[in-house]
């Protein structure tokens, strides 16, 4: 395995997906950040961090607590990882580890942006009615 060379201060805002190029993951086997999950949009159990699917038994649940957690330390040594996060979260990425989150993490993550944006325009509605 060879190291992901060093992220530059600022990445090359004319290459959107430059940071790629810089990633922990680059050159991995892409198996490892795809842990047998199902979609953010599938149903869950209520237990366990990565949620697996309904029916999984407790050695089931077990390895996929693993292998999330091993592409999650990989995410957590990359100097790209935030560039990652925000590039899942824009395509709406469903399946595997993105930028240290599971699918499931991003759609909290989602969700939460959307809350926010709407208390931010109801408070603008509010302080233009207002007069402010």
Known sequence: M?????????????????????????????T??????????ESRTAAGSA??????????QVELDRSVAVAKAICASCTVSEECLEYALLVREKDGVWGGTTAR?????????LRARARARAAAAAAAQAGL
């Open 51 to 60: 949620g697996a699917g309904l029916g999984a038994t407790d050695a089931e």
């Open 105 to 113: 993490e991003r759609l909290r993550i989602l969700r939460a942006r």
């Open 32 to 41: 490892t950040f795809y842990p047998d999950e199902p979609a953010a949009d």
């Open 2 to 30: 060879t190291a992901a060379p060093a992220a530059p201060a600022a990445l090359d805002e004319d290459d959107p997906l430059g940071w790629q190029h810089y990633a922990a993951c680059r050159g991995l086997d892409s």
